[in-house]
């Protein structure tokens, strides 16, 4: 079986009825998918570039990516995943992969479980990682497994996900320039060890407060290959997945040795 997925380097700050907007969904339009990945927080400005906590930007971010995910039915996508903050029940804070589906609606799948806490990246102030582990699902005949930024860079949770036949392991990413070469390595690793497709998209340029993103959303085949790189001229890529050359790979090295 094949599906189609999409990934971009997405400006910084999208938030719904500006010319971002507006633009991916053109873009979409002229090519529709059946999965389109979105990078980490999409919507509005980047919370973990303070180091301290503010009430105010915290209700103002979930206000913003509510108010995006009421109009994500107006992108040409079946299936639309990325993150989003959000408190639990318990009030907990967290950042949450989320997969809105055009059938079903919007359900979490996931809570960003590895949280850096540096310079421009402080996360733990600002969520914590919840309950909830790496649990695969299954939408659209593809079974699918969340890895949130830095939870890439902790393969065992890859090689579960390859364990559990996981087709299409999803990474929306806000990665600065001066990770590139980690972070490709780290998503390179995630595909050969799973057997999986890889799909991560970025933030993408600088935003508002002057910080800078990488850009380059990839996706790496189960021979850990790019078979998809976003640049500013093409920031919106869409390739073909085959569950079939990922059943195969999944019979073999190394994802066969226990």
């Not at 973990?48 to 009430?55: G, I, L, N, P």
């Not at 695969?136 to 390859?162: N, W």
């Not at 364990?163 to 595909?191: S, Y």
Request: aromatic residues 10%; contains cysteine.
């Amino acid at each position: 079986m094949k599906k189609t997925v999409g990934v971009l380097e997405n400006i910084p700050e999208l938030i719904y009825g500006t010319d971002g907007w507006t633009k991916l969904q053109q873009q979409i339009e002229r090519q529709p998918v059946d999965f389109l990945v979105l990078n980490e927080l999409p919507f509005g400005t980047w919370l973990a570039s303070s180091h301290t906590f503010d009430k105010s930007r915290w209700e103002e971010s979930i206000s913003i990516s509510q108010d995006a995910l009421k109009h994500l039915d107006e992108f040409n996508a079946e299936n639309i995943v990325g993150s989003m903050p959000m408190e639990t029940a318990d009030g907990t804070r967290v950042n949450a992969g989320f997969l809105w589906s055009r059938k079903d609606g919007l359900s979490i799948h996931h809570y960003k479980q590895h949280l850096p806490h540096g310079p421009g990246y402080w996360e733990t102030t600002w969520t914590s990682p919840g309950s909830a582990g790496f649990e695969s699902f299954e939408v659209s005949g593809l079974k699918v497994g969340f890895m949130i930024c830095t939870d890439i860079m902790f393969p065992e949770h890859a090689r579960q996900y390859g364990r559990e036949n996981v087709d299409l392991i999803v990474c929306p990413r806000a990665t600065p320039p001066l990770d590139q070469a980690m972070f490709h390595a780290a998503l390179t690793m995630a595909a050969t060890v799973s057997g999986s497709y890889v799909a991560s998209s970025n933030r993408g340029y600088t935003d508002s407060l002057g910080f800078s993103y990488e850009g380059n959303g990839r996706v790496i085949s189960p021979r850990g290959i790019d078979i998809a790189v976003t640049n500013p001229e093409d920031s919106y890529l869409v390739v073909d997945i085959d569950t079939d050359f990922v059943r195969a790979k999944q019979a073999r090295y190394p994802i066969d040795v226990h």
